[in-house]
């Protein structure tokens, strides 16, 4: 059986996924507090922010809209 060219250490994966959760989540908790300020639906944009896969996408999202919205 062939090896791997580079291996990394076993607990690598799950320290990884643990830092994305938490920068997610850090993420999404900035979200819920400028969506609350700006007078936009908070509890919507926290939880497109933290689903998985999508997360970042919905964090880019909510910048563009943001940008772009009119200011009443």
Known sequence: MQRYMYQAHPSFGPVL???????????????FRD???QKMLAPVWVILAILPMFG?????????????????
């Open 17 to 31: 996924m643990f830092a994305v959760w938490i920068v997610q989540l850090l993420i999404a908790f900035l979200i």
């Open 35 to 37: 969506a609350k300020e």
């Open 56 to 72: 970042f996408f919905a964090d880019l999202l909510y910048l563009v809209i943001r940008e772009f919205r009119v200011q009443a």
